[in-house]
């Protein structure tokens, strides 16, 4: 019976039948709705019922009230427990236990805490254990929620339980808590309790009810608690109104041999590997496995060990994945025999297992193409697929200090750095670090998310820093247990060989190597899913990708990565390195139109032996290259040496080189005698670049190659400017032909970057052959801020809301996309047909190339590493806007 969601906010599931939906994520948490999506599915989940993320806004809403309706709601949920499981909440004979689990739309591990096994007191702990016949597990079950209790709603810190226990232990004799006796445990959930009295005034409720409703409230709370706040502005979870609540009957995995819990993949997240991939823990309960209390098995192991168990759960990995279309993370417990399944969602993968995923899937229908391209690989995937690895033939072996488990691949070199604080540090001074840890926690991700790599030496491959480094991509190897971790003192050690703060230390994620010193690393391959996955992608891509590339090699790269052209070569460099610069500064310091020329003629064989090499390597493909663009005294020298060396070969006096210096220097260079500015007023600085371009592409054609040249002047705000350089632009051209007796085809168009030049894009467009729009200026300009300076004041803009996101970083859409959106549009009123792309950093950034997708744009350039990002996401923009 579907509800009303404006008045409902319990939604209850169980016995082959639901209230709720996998689509009702934001309502109910990615959690609450594939518990109820998984029980209309028929699969054995126990019974529950989710309490509305409505229900948490409004409870942060009005200080801590619940909405009205939602009491009885609850009373009715537990209603429903009670008869599906035949048990009462608080009875001392057959008593009902439940859960409390907290779950947001957007799954955030370790975030916020569950509470077991609510519903224990004496009276039904006694109950518990005669229903059972198994007292051991009676007791265990009420220590852990104590415990539980404690931490998660009364604020006393897991560690005090567990050093109750451990002395517990100690006196007992015991390895570990399975050792622990029936009475053993009696004993301890006597001292549990007069903990939790010690430490909060109150005794251990014992009510049910007000368990229930504090624990409830404890996970509305937790909403806002530091931690949560914190992975959500890190991830840039924006706009979810609260957590939701599940209260779910209780399983049992820490019943004896025939039980217990468990975590698994339906595939390898690493690899991709098509096989089950996780760990259990026999004869325990819930958080045991990720705890790492004792040391989980291989989940593979549960075959010989529960082959039945082992079966059903291959049956459910396979209904799981034809039903979701992905990879699924699952939870389950056994209870005497009885598998269980508590929780599922897609499940975090690497790059490469992402892309491995995204094919075998298709391969085996489980799922289209479509549905690959547009869900099972992230722009992110690709990025961290291009990530560097260790050198094949680095000799690293002797400097080995320990391996732990491969927990997340990508190889990393940084200073070892012993606290989230230190790793966060370091990073805002542009080091690089890798943050080493007994384990991780919460609230160690800002660190985790500033270093390079993490390292802990505890943990198993579901510890917090695995799954974490996992989702971001993050290269960490887990629970290096050789190592020992000071991290009071800022050290660690292999017992032989100690390294400190600030020591190089290297570590790769695909082996679990930890390493003395810097290992060389290299960039990756592609392997063969990699480029069947990107061939998929084009089928789906309308948006054209270029690249931004100065030399052949960065040409040759991005062609490798599938760019469709260069859209933007900056000639900058090409002015520099021993020869060019000279002459470069020697025509910056000519005082005749002659000597200038002379200058410029030594400058113009490099230049066209540049471009011809670019050429050469992008036969049949456009190149855009932009005329000089930074202001003049960039090329100039300011030491005293570098004035005296340009003084001798000029022929002139170090003070007249001095002086000429001091001439150029501007206030604002960013708004100074630079792009096009230079061109109109050295125009023969036009004409030699013209010339170098031409001649180089003529040259090239000469040899059978299919050449496009595409001149781009920058920075140019009206009409006029764009004129006059058009003019010399084709003059020279013509005179080139004329010379060689050959043409080619060449397009003349301009950057659009100054917000003047967008507004009057109908006038320039009129003139122009195309438009790219430099959107790193464009932004400069429109916001007013200098690029170089905004460091002082961004950040905190970012922080404090007042910008959603640093705007050179990712595209504002509203303020300067508004530009870009016109001047396309006033461009493509003078000419329909006129080629529009953007070659701004934004040009590779997945959210920016979706706006310039819907802005109708032809095209994004971006950096070659980026291509194949900017290819899916161009892709996904498309799939998204036809749907
Ligand atoms: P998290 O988001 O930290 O994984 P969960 O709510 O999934 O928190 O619960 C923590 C652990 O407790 C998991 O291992 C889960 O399977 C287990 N658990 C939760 N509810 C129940 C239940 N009703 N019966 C048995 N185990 C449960
Ligand atoms: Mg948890
Ligand atoms: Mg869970």
Same mark, same amino acid.
């Given at each position: 019976?579907?509800?009303d969601?404006?008045?409902?906010?319990?939604?209850?599931?169980?016995?082959?039948?639901?209230e709720?939906?996998?689509?009702?994520?934001?309502?109910?948490?990615?959690k609450?709705?594939?518990?109820?999506?998984m029980?209309?599915?028929?699969?054995?989940?126990?019974?529950?019922?989710?309490?509305?993320?409505? #229900?948490?806004?409004?409870?942060?809403?009005?200080?801590?009230?619940?909405?009205?309706?939602?009491?009885?709601?609850?009373?009715?949920?537990?209603?429903?427990?009670?008869? =599906?499981?035949?048990?009462?909440?608080?009875?001392?004979?057959?008593?009902?236990?439940?859960?409390?689990?907290?779950?947001?739309?957007?799954?955030?591990?370790?975030?916020?805490?569950?509470?077991l096994?609510l519903?224990?007191?004496?009276?039904?702990?006694?109950g518990?254990a005669?229903?059972?016949?198994?007292?051991?597990?009676?007791?265990?079950?009420?220590?852990?929620?104590?415990?539980?209790f404690?931490?998660?709603?009364?604020?006393?810190?897991?560690?005090?339980?567990?050093?109750?226990?451990?002395?517990?232990k100690?006196?007992?004799?015991?390895?570990?808590?399975?050792? =622990?006796?029936?009475?053993?445990l009696?004993?301890?959930?006597?001292?549990?309790?007069?903990?939790?009295?010690?430490?909060?005034?109150?005794?251990?409720?014992?009510?049910?009810?007000?368990?229930?409703?504090?624990?409830?409230?404890?996970?509305?709370?937790?909403?806002r608690?530091?931690?949560?706040?914190?992975?959500?502005?890190?991830?840039?979870?924006?706009?979810?109104?609260?957590?939701?609540?599940n209260?779910?009957?209780?399983?049992?995995?820490?019943?004896?041999?025939?039980s217990?819990?468990?975590?698994?993949f339906?595939?390898?997240? #690493?690899?991709?590997?098509?096989?089950?991939?996780?760990?259990?823990?026999?004869?325990?309960?819930?958080?045991?496995?990720?705890?790492?209390?004792?040391?989980?098995?291989?989940?593979?192991?549960?075959?010989?060990?529960?082959?039945?168990?082992?079966?059903?759960?291959?049956?459910?990995?396979?209904?799981?994945?034809?039903?979701?279309?992905?990879?699924?993370?699952?939870?389950?417990?056994?209870?005497?025999?009885t598998?269980?399944?508590?929780?599922?969602?897609?499940?975090?993968?690497?790059?490469?297992?992402?892309?491995?995923?995204?094919?075998d899937?298709?391969?085996?229908?489980?799922?289209?193409?479509?549905?690959?391209?547009?869900?099972?690989?992230?722009?992110r995937?690709?990025?961290?697929?291009?990530?560097p690895?260790?050198?094949?033939?680095?000799?690293?072996?002797?400097?080995?200090?320990?391996?732990?488990?491969?927990?997340?691949?990508?190889?990393?070199?940084?200073?070892?750095v012993?606290?989230?604080?230190?790793?966060?540090?370091?990073?805002?001074?542009?080091?690089?670090?890798?943050?080493?840890?007994?384990?991780?926690?919460?609230e160690?991700?800002?660190?985790? +998310?500033?270093a390079?790599?993490?390292?802990?030496?505890?943990?198993?491959?579901?510890?917090?820093?695995?799954?974490?480094?996992?989702?971001?991509g993050k290269?960490?190897?887990?629970?290096?247990?050789?190592?020992? $971790?000071y991290?009071?003192?800022?050290?660690?050690?292999?017992?032989?060989?100690?390294?400190?703060?600030? +020591?190089?230390?290297?570590?790769?994620?695909?082996?679990?190597?930890?390493?003395?010193?810097?290992?060389?690393?290299?960039e990756?391959?592609?392997?063969?899913?990699?480029?069947?996955?990107?061939?998929?992608?084009?089928?789906?891509r309308?948006?054209?990708?270029?690249?931004?590339?100065?030399?052949?090699?960065?040409?040759?790269?991005?062609?490798?990565?599938?760019?469709?052209?260069?859209?933007?070569?900056?000639?900058?460099?090409?002015?520099?390195?021993?020869?060019?610069?000279?002459?470069?500064?020697?025509?910056?310091?000519a005082?005749?139109?002659?000597?200038?020329?002379?200058?410029?003629?030594?400058?113009?064989?490099?230049?066209?032996?540049?471009?011809a090499?670019?050429?050469?390597?992008?036969?049949?493909?456009?190149?855009?290259?932009?005329? =000089?663009?930074?202001?003049?005294?960039?090329?100039?020298?300011?030491?005293?040496?570098?004035?005296?060396?340009?003084a001798?070969?000029?022929?002139?006096?170090?003070?007249? $080189?001095?002086?000429?210096?001091?001439?150029?220097?501007?206030?604002?260079?960013?708004?100074?005698?630079?792009?096009?500015r230079?061109?109109?007023?050295?125009?023969?600085?036009?004409?030699?670049?013209t010339?170098?371009?031409?001649e180089?592409?003529?040259d090239?054609?000469?040899?059978?190659?299919?050449?496009?040249?595409?001149i781009?002047?920058?920075?140019?705000?009206?009409?006029?400017?764009?004129?006059?350089?058009r003019?010399?632009?084709?003059?020279?051209?013509?005179?080139v032909?004329?010379?060689?007796?050959?043409?080619?085809?060449?397009?003349?168009?301009?950057?659009?970057?100054?917000?003047? #030049?967008?507004?009057?894009?109908?006038?320039?467009?009129?003139?122009?052959?195309?438009?790219?729009?430099?959107?790193?200026?464009?932004?400069?300009?429109?916001?007013?801020?200098?690029?170089?300076?905004?460091?002082?004041?961004?950040?905190?803009?970012?922080?404090?809301?007042?910008?959603?996101?640093?705007p050179?970083?990712?595209?504002?859409?509203?303020?300067?996309?508004?530009?870009?959106?016109?001047?396309?549009?006033?461009?493509?009123?003078?000419?329909?047909?006129?080629?529009?792309?953007?070659?701004?950093?934004?040009g590779?950034?997945?959210?920016?190339?979706?706006?310039?997708?819907?802005?109708?744009?032809?095209?994004?350039?971006?950096?070659?590493?980026?291509?194949?990002?900017?290819?899916?996401?161009?892709?996904?923009?498309?799939?998204?806007?036809?749907?």
């Open positions: 019976m579907p509800h969601s404006d008045t409902t906010f319990v939604y209850r599931f169980g016995d082959g039948s639901a709720g939906s996998k689509e009702m994520k934001a309502l109910l948490g990615g609450g709705a594939n518990l109820n999506e029980s209309a599915l028929g699969l054995p989940v126990p019974p529950g019922f989710t309490i509305t993320t409505e #229900a948490c806004h409004y409870y942060n809403d009005h200080d801590g009230d619940w909405p009205r309706g939602m009491q009885d709601e609850v009373e009715g949920g537990i209603a429903h427990l009670e008869t =599906l499981m035949d048990r009462t909440l608080g009875d001392a004979e057959a008593p009902l236990l439940v859960s409390v689990r907290s779950g947001a739309a957007v799954s955030m591990p370790g975030m916020m805490d569950s509470v096994n519903g224990l007191n004496d009276d039904t702990v006694a518990l005669r229903a059972t016949g198994n007292a051991r597990f009676a007791y265990d079950a009420y220590r852990r929620l104590i415990d539980m404690g931490d998660v709603v009364a604020g006393v810190p897991h560690r005090r339980f567990e050093d109750v226990m451990t002395e517990l100690d006196e007992r004799g015991a390895a570990n808590d399975l050792d =622990l006796t029936a009475d053993d009696r004993t301890l959930v006597d001292r549990y309790r007069a903990l939790f009295e010690d430490e909060t005034g109150e005794p251990f409720p014992s009510d049910p009810r007000e368990q229930l409703r504090r624990a409830i409230d404890a996970v509305f709370d937790s909403w608690n530091e931690r949560a706040v914190k992975y959500r502005k890190i991830n840039n979870i924006t706009g979810l109104r609260g957590t939701a609540v209260v779910q009957a209780m399983v049992y995995g820490n019943m004896g041999e025939q217990g819990t468990g975590v698994c339906t595939r390898n997240p #690493a690899t991709g590997e098509n096989k089950l991939f996780g760990e259990f823990l026999p004869n325990a309960q819930g958080e045991d496995v990720v705890a790492g209390i004792r040391t989980p098995r291989d989940i593979q192991e549960l075959q010989d060990l529960m082959p039945a168990i082992y079966d059903e759960l291959q049956e459910v990995r396979r209904t799981l994945e034809a039903h979701y279309g992905d990879m699924q993370d699952l939870e389950f417990t056994i209870q005497d025999g598998l269980y399944i508590l929780q599922t969602r897609d499940g975090k993968r690497t790059g490469p297992a992402a892309i491995k995923i995204a094919v899937m298709v391969d085996e229908e489980l799922i289209d193409r479509r549905r690959a391209v547009a869900h099972l690989v992230e722009p995937h690709l990025d961290q697929l291009l990530h690895h260790f050198d094949e033939d680095a000799d690293y072996e002797d400097d080995v200090l320990g391996t732990g488990l491969p927990a997340s691949p990508g190889a990393a070199v940084g200073r070892a012993f606290s989230a604080d230190d790793a966060e540090a370091a990073a805002k001074n542009g080091e690089d670090v890798i943050l080493v840890r007994t384990e991780t926690s919460p160690d991700v800002g660190g985790m +998310d500033a390079q790599g993490i390292i802990t030496s505890r943990g198993g491959m579901t510890s917090h820093a695995a799954v974490v480094a996992r989702g971001w290269p960490c190897v887990a629970g290096c247990d050789a190592l020992t $971790v991290e009071d003192e800022k050290r660690f050690t292999n017992g032989s060989v100690t390294i400190h703060a600030g +020591d190089w230390i290297s570590m790769d994620g695909a082996t679990g190597a930890v390493i003395r010193g810097k290992v060389p690393l290299v990756p391959e592609m392997t063969g899913a990699f480029s069947t996955f990107m061939a998929w992608v084009d089928e789906f309308t948006l054209g990708v270029r690249a931004n590339a100065d030399t052949a090699d960065d040409a040759q790269q991005a062609l490798d990565f599938g760019a469709a052209g260069i859209g933007l070569c900056r000639t900058e460099h090409m002015f520099f390195g021993d020869e060019r610069i000279l002459a470069m500064r020697e025509m910056i310091l005082d005749t139109e002659d000597a200038r020329r002379d200058a410029l003629d030594a400058l113009r064989p490099h230049q066209r032996s540049d471009f090499d670019i050429f050469r390597v992008m036969d049949g493909h456009p190149v855009t290259i932009r005329l =000089l663009d930074p202001p003049l005294h960039e090329f100039l020298p300011n030491d005293a040496a570098g004035q005296k060396k340009l001798e070969r000029a022929g002139v006096s170090v003070d007249a $080189v001095r002086e000429k210096v001091e001439a150029l220097e501007e206030f604002n260079p960013m708004l100074g005698h630079r792009g096009c230079l061109g109109i007023t050295v125009p023969a600085l036009t004409e030699m670049q010339r170098a371009i031409i180089a592409a003529l090239v054609q000469a040899d059978g190659i299919s050449v496009h040249p595409e781009m002047v920058p920075l140019v705000s009206t009409r006029a400017e764009f004129d006059d350089q003019r010399v632009i084709e003059r020279t051209i013509q005179t032909f004329d010379e060689r007796e050959a043409s080619v085809d060449v397009h003349i168009g301009t950057m659009i970057e100054v917000p003047r #030049a967008a507004l009057q894009a109908e006038s320039i467009g009129a003139a122009a052959d195309f438009f790219s729009f430099g959107t790193n200026d464009l932004t400069q300009m429109t916001f007013g801020y200098s690029r170089d300076d905004a460091g002082s004041f961004l950040p905190s803009y970012v922080d404090e809301g007042l910008l959603p996101e640093d050179f970083q990712a595209l504002d859409q509203e303020g300067v996309g508004e530009l870009v959106r016109l001047g396309t549009e006033r461009g493509r009123t003078a000419n329909p047909e006129l080629p529009v792309g953007i070659c701004g950093e934004h590779g950034e997945p959210s920016s190339i979706a706006f310039c997708y819907e802005a109708g744009l032809d095209y994004v350039s971006c950096s070659p590493f980026r291509v194949p990002i900017a290819r899916l996401a161009a892709a996904q923009a498309a799939i998204k806007a036809d749907a």
